[in-house]
């Protein structure tokens, strides 16, 4: 059993930077590839960024391109996502998952073995 839990969640100003970490317990999580998705009031969940196991494979969505990195840390086991210049229309919970292996139609339809609680990230004008 792999428990995931996100951190770094908060109020931010249109065109700040905020800074989201996973941490996972009860098992490492460094063979796992890991995601980070969001979800507005009312939308459905979608995928915002990935990162393989290796960490040779990156992969982010359109709308964040440009403005967020992930990356992560084995030793410590943790996976981060770096955002900047955020807009409004990028506030949502923000989940961290995690699969077994890298694939990436699996993780932009958001097929994931394991789901943190999310947290908030909330955007003002």
């Known amino acids: 059993q792999v428990q995931l839990v996100e951190s770094g969640g908060g109020l931010v100003q249109a065109g700040g930077s905020l800074r989201l970490s996973c941490a996972a317990s009860g098992r490492t999580f460094n063979p796992y590839a890991v995601g980070w998705f969001r979800q507005a009031p009312g939308k459905e969940r979608e995928f915002v960024a990935g990162i393989s196991a290796s960490s040779g494979n990156t992969l982010y969505a359109d709308s964040v391109k440009g403005r967020v990195t992930i990356s992560r840390d084995n030793r410590k086991n943790t996976v981060d996502l770096q955002m900047n210049n955020l807009k409004p229309e990028d506030a949502a919970v923000y989940y961290c998952?995690?699969?077994?292996?890298?694939?990436?139609?699996?993780?932009?339809?958001?097929?994931?073995?394991?789901w943190g609680k999310g947290s908030l990230v909330t955007v003002s004008p």
């Open positions: 998952a995690a699969r077994v292996t890298w694939s990436i139609a699996a993780m932009t339809s958001g097929r994931m073995d394991y």
